[in-house]
């Protein structure tokens, strides 16, 4: 073979990675030639050690136990996926919509096909005809509901408890598809969750949680997303995930504490807004703005600490999450000048908008882990379930749960 | 070319070289030195630059990254790839994109609108409407304080305001408004309300007389079914166009709905607005009426701190409504 340096790997054993430095997930090939399989490959030129800044306990803790650092690096960028974006909506209006399906697996493969970790790409398998399928589903369970919440608004409500009520079925099996469609190093996640744990944790549990004014719901979210997170798998290797109920209703009574001075600050804000009324009457059309931003950057500030949160308690193949860096306010600040932005440019900027928040997400995670990324192993497929396997396949449900 | 073998059955990287030559797929270990050859398998799409995959029967993989070289190997560039990436047909696309969905929204929708609104059949609409105000009597109002007699003098005037020939069967209610306060509004079917609050506020009866016609003429012109048919609409354009269902929760999304929502409905009071000024003058009374209600009606509802939902209800600046009927006023002012 053309010169490289070249050495048989097959015979060293996992004991024998020892790796002290944080190190981008892209040297760790190159650096250390006895502990990893050669991937000079790529032909890219050696690139600077960079020095990651996590907090000095971290480092000694990297030290101690002699963990590996991984980072996830994101290479999508605005303008490429501006052309996938835009040239995709054009298909889908000269295909009066047939086109969505394939427009939505491009979009969502492009993403996925620039998030590397460890060295390696993630994929996104899903074929785009399961997704119509899927589509045609909520739209046969959808359209019923809209029709009559304008004709007859009790039949309405009636059918509405129905969709609350096969919920939970909706929940298991997009997620199912989701993950069973999603793959790193070939080797596909799974998501294990089945339907009649679902009902307990999507309709049982928020039940109950009603009966106790409310006091359980912090409970019965930090059990739906341990749910979730724990029947989540890398092949053979399940997320662990043990969160902290102080976390959950900490962050509950924030919530309540924003909303109350936000309520006081509408009313106030109400006065200004009335007083405008004569004078500049084309920025009525925007009133709903600052509502608006307001609403995104509460939603997206406790979604991303949930995030964090979990992904902070959670292990998977003795592999730790470090998510410090992630900070829910700029996370929520991000989203909502995305928000801007793309109302300024009717819609147009929201592929700048998808990368960009995108970006700051997987930007900020690392991965701590005890052995090299190559030392997984895979699934026997004794576990997964044919038909379940055939059933996740079918319909990507994509109805925003 | 070179490319990452991955089994499959572990995470474990081994790299290749792949050589294509006869429609099969020659892959040298580069550790092991171990070759094969594989004459089934499948080639993943291109799509901007992410990694190209060789997919095997048996599950096992190649990942290259180098796209250029397995596109020389195939002869071709995917077309999708091809339009996503020109330069031009960017250009086009977003040209086209914007200049349909503007056209759709302008003109397509309300066309379409208009088309099916009249579809709609009276019955259904009166179905439609007996819930709403079985509720409101509930839940929000009270019995009407006025007299017998006002009561019955204001509704011979409201059956004058009426068309001659209306496909609709009106029929006047009067309520205490409770929080509501002032206020009149019409469901689709022709029933209309007149709260006592606003009696109280009128300084005569071609004030009332004024609010009525306008509410009248929101029924004529089937405001709500339009409203309603419109915003189903914009909903599926945007469905459609961003490809979710769960667009809804992405409110970054929803904003240009709201929008022409917003914009549809201050369209809808203007009607409404003509509509009454018609009629007012038909009966001849001017529309310096119609003027003060309204001045009145905006004062008081910033006064009723509880009315701030009414904020969010798309009425559009009155003062610009306003202006309009006065000038109509100075008009008939000069004819006269």
Redesign the interface.
């Known amino acids: ?1 053309p010169g ?1 340096n ?1 050495q ?3 015979d060293i054993a996992p004991v024998d990675l020892v790796q002290s430095r944080d190190v981008m997930s892209d040297d760790s090939f190159r650096e250390n030639p006895p502990s990893r ?3 000079s ?3 890219e030129p050696l690139q600077n050690v960079e020095n990651t800044e996590p907090s000095l306990d971290a480092d000694s803790q990297v030290q101690a136990q002699k963990l590996i650092r991984y980072r996830f690096k994101f ?1 999508g960028n605005a303008r ?5 974006w ?8 000269v295909t009066l ?1 047939a086109y ?1 399906a394939w ?2 697996v ?1 979009q969502t ?2 993403l ?3 998030l590397e970790f460890a ?3 993630f ?1 996104y398998l899903a074929e785009p005809k399961a997704i119509l399928r899927g ?1 045609l589903i ?1 739209l046969i369970l ?1 359209a019923p509901y ?1 029709y009559f919440s ?5 039949l309405a409500g009636v059918i509405f408890i129905g969709l609350l009520l096969i919920a939970p079925i909706l929940i298991v099996l997009a997620n199912r598809f989701r993950f069973h469609n999603t793959a ?4 596909r996640f799974r998501f294990s969750g089945t339907i009649g744990e679902a009902y307990m944790y999507y309709t049982v549990l928020p039940v109950f949680a009603v009966f106790t004014f409310g006091l359980a719901i912090p409970a019965v979210i930090k059990a739906q997303r341990e749910f979730k997170m724990n029947n989540t798998a890398w ?1 053979a290797n399940y997320f662990s995930t043990q969160a902290s109920y102080g976390f959950f209703y900490s962050l509950m009574f924030l919530l309540l504490a924003v909303m109350l001075i936000s309520g006081l600050a ?2 106030l804000g ?1 006065g200004f ?2 007083g405008m ?2 004078a500049l ?1 084309f920025l ?3 009133s ?2 600052p509502g ?1 931003l307001f ?2 950057f509460i ?1 997206h500030y406790f979604n991303s600490s949930v995030f964090q949160h979990m992904l902070e308690r959670s292990e998977i193949a003795g592999a730790k999450f470090e998510t410090f860096q992630i900070k829910p306010g700029t996370y929520a600040n991000i ?1 909502a000048t ?2 801007l932005a ?2 300024f440019t ?3 900027a ?1 592929p700048w ?1 998808k990368i960009r928040s995108l970006t700051y997400l997987t930007e900020n995670i690392s991965v701590l882990s005890k052995v090299g ?6 699934a026997d497929t004794e576990e997964s379930n044919a038909i379940s396997e055939e059933v996740a396949n079918m319909y990507e449900l ?3 749960l | 070319m070179k490319g990452i073998y991955w089994n499959g059955q572990n995470s474990r990287p081994q790299p290749v070289d792949v050589y294509f030559g006869e429609g099969a797929l020659n892959v040298q270990f580069e550790n092991s030195g171990h070759t094969a050859n594989y004459a089934e398998y499948k080639i993943s799409e291109r799509i901007a630059n992410i990694p190209r995959y060789f997919n095997f029967p048996d599950g096992a993989q190649i990942e290259v990254m180098d796209n250029e070289a397995v596109d020389q190997m195939l002869e071709n560039h995917d077309l999708s790839f091809k339009l996503e990436t020109e330069k031009q047909t960017i250009v086009l696309a977003t040209l086209f994109v914007v200049i349909v969905s503007a056209l759709i929204l302008v003109v397509g929708l309300p066309r379409l609108t208009d088309v099916l609104a009249p579809q709609v059949p009276v019955s259904l609409l009166s179905r439609v409407s007996e819930p709403v105000i079985a509720t409101l009597d509930e839940e929000v109002f009270g019995e009407s304080q006025l007299s017998e007699e006002e009561q019955e003098k204001i509704t011979d005037a409201f059956v004058q305001l009426q068309l001659q020939e209306s496909e609709f069967t009106y029929r006047l209610l009067f309520r205490d408004g409770g929080k509501i306060g002032a206020n009149a509004f019409a469901l689709p079917d022709g029933t209309v309300v007149l709260t006592d609050q606003l009696y109280d506020l009128a300084d005569n009866y071609e004030q009332i007389y004024a609010v009525l016609a306008h509410e009248i003429g929101h029924v004529e012109h089937r405001h709500t079914v339009k409203s309603v048919i419109k915003q189903a609409g914009v909903a599926s354009l945007f469905a459609g166009l961003f490809g979710d269902v769960s667009f809804i929760s992405d409110l970054v999304i929803a904003a240009p709905m709201m929008m022409t929502q917003m914009a549809n409905s201050r369209q809808m009071e203007e009607e409404a607005d003509s509509y009454s000024h018609e009629v007012m003058a038909y009966h001849k009374f001017s529309p310096e009426h119609f003027a003060n209600i309204m001045e009145k009606l905006d004062e008081s509802s910033l006064d009723e701190s509880e009315n701030w939902a009414s904020f969010f209800s798309s009425h559009p600046a009155t003062s610009e409504r306003v202006e309009k009927a006065r000038q109509l006023a100075k008009q008939v002012r000069l004819e006269n």
Not at chain 1, 86 to 93: E, Y
């Open positions: 073979m490289k070249v048989d790997k097959n399989e050669d991937s490959f790529r032909d290479h490429e996926f501006f052309g996938i835009i040239v995709n909506i054009l298909l889908t209006i919509g969505s427009a939505k491009r493969r492009y996925y096909g620039n060295d390696s790409r994929q589509r909520a959808l809209i304008y004709v007859d608004p009790q790193y190093r070939n080797i092949g509408l009313a109400f807004l009335a009324n004569g009457e009525q059309l925007f709903f703005v608006m609403y995104v939603l989203q995305n928000l793309i109302i009717a819609g147009l929201y908008a990324m190559e030392h997984i192993v895979q994509d109805l925003g």
